[in-house]
């Protein structure tokens, strides 16, 4: 995404096609040990060094490591600015000498997605790897896809919330106790019918600030709504679900449970809820303050 949104003509055209194709995998590594929401304060550093950049630093939890292919990553490039105005974005390639990579994570979910750390030990990277030919603006490329990204998560969040409200209604009508289907009973009612409720106003908030975001409007504060309740709503729903299954839901043979433990990551990357209801607050504050 940083090479489309900020690459130079000579970046989109070397890497752009074989993304594309997937002759190569990317990777995006911002997170570090010690700088997660608070991404600014990130350690790693890119020191000029002629035609050469050197890069040393640790990234964690980094999405697509294992198979990727470059990697888009975000060091400092100027150390006397703390903040984001001194990172910088390069575009990495395995098997660069000094980079590699630690053991893949073992996660409670989302087995499929691999992550694991992406470590630079004295990493020469090409000074043409320099995303947008100058440094300062990494952090900037990081944040332009930030609205993209949680409205991502928000409509993700609505899908698999539907899908797990599916299967605990068709469990429901199918599952009989007292001698009549569960579904029956008022109290899995209502835990149906708040979880379409729910995933209804979800789906309504990821549509809307779609809509604004394709007509080129500033949708920051929607984004962060849409994403901080569509992943807030699909862990309730999936609560509910196991809740509907009963002891069935916590076992694997049924899938539930699979979902329950996959969709607790939607609270916390791309933001967690805590981010989201910062990021609401201060824009509401400031556009109040004109």
């Known amino acids: 995404q940083g090479i489309v949104i900020d690459g130079t003509p000579e970046q989109k055209a070397h ?22 929401s608070d991404a600014a304060s990130l350690r790693t550093t890119a020191v000029r060094d002629g035609d050469f950049y050197v890069l040393n630093g640790t990234k964690r939890y ?3 490591a294992p198979e990727a292919g470059i990697f888009t990553v975000m060091a400092r490039t100027d150390p006397a600015k703390k903040g984001a105005d001194g990172i910088s974005a390069f575009i990495v390639e395995r098997g660069t000498p000094g980079l590699s990579l630690g053991n893949p994570d073992e996660k409670m979910g989302h087995k499929g997605s691999h992550t ?3 470590i630079f030990e004295d990493c020469r990277v090409p000074a043409a790897n320099l995303i947008g030919g100058r440094e300062g ?5 990081a944040m332009k896809g930030r609205d993209k990204g949680r409205s991502n998560i928000a409509a993700i969040s609505v899908g698999v919330a539907e899908r797990m409200l599916e299967d605990a209604l068709r469990y429901a009508c199918e599952r009989k106790q007292f001698g009549k289907p569960i579904a029956e009973f008022q109290l899995i009612q209502a835990m149906l019918a708040d979880s379409k409720a729910e995933i209804y106003a979800a789906r309504s908030m990821v549509i809307d600030a779609a809509r604004r975001r394709d007509q080129g409007l500033d949708v920051g504060t929607e984004a962060s709504c849409a994403k901080m309740f569509a992943s807030e709503m699909c862990g309730r729903v999936a609560d509910r679900a196991v809740q509907i299954f009963g002891g069935a839901g916590y076992l694997a043979e049924y899938g539930i449970e699979r979902f329950y433990r996959d969709v607790r990551l939607f609270r916390l990357f791309e933001g967690t809820t805590q981010i989201q209801q910062l990021v609401i607050a201060r824009n509401m504050i400031r556009a109040h303050q004109g």
């Open 116 to 118: 694991c750390d992406v």
């Open 137 to 141: 603006i990494g952090f900037k490329t």
């Open 62 to 64: 980094i999405t697509n």
């Open 15 to 36: 890497y752009l096609p074989k993304l594309v194709t997937g002759e190569i995998i990317g990777s995006f590594a911002l997170t570090e040990p010690d700088s997660g």
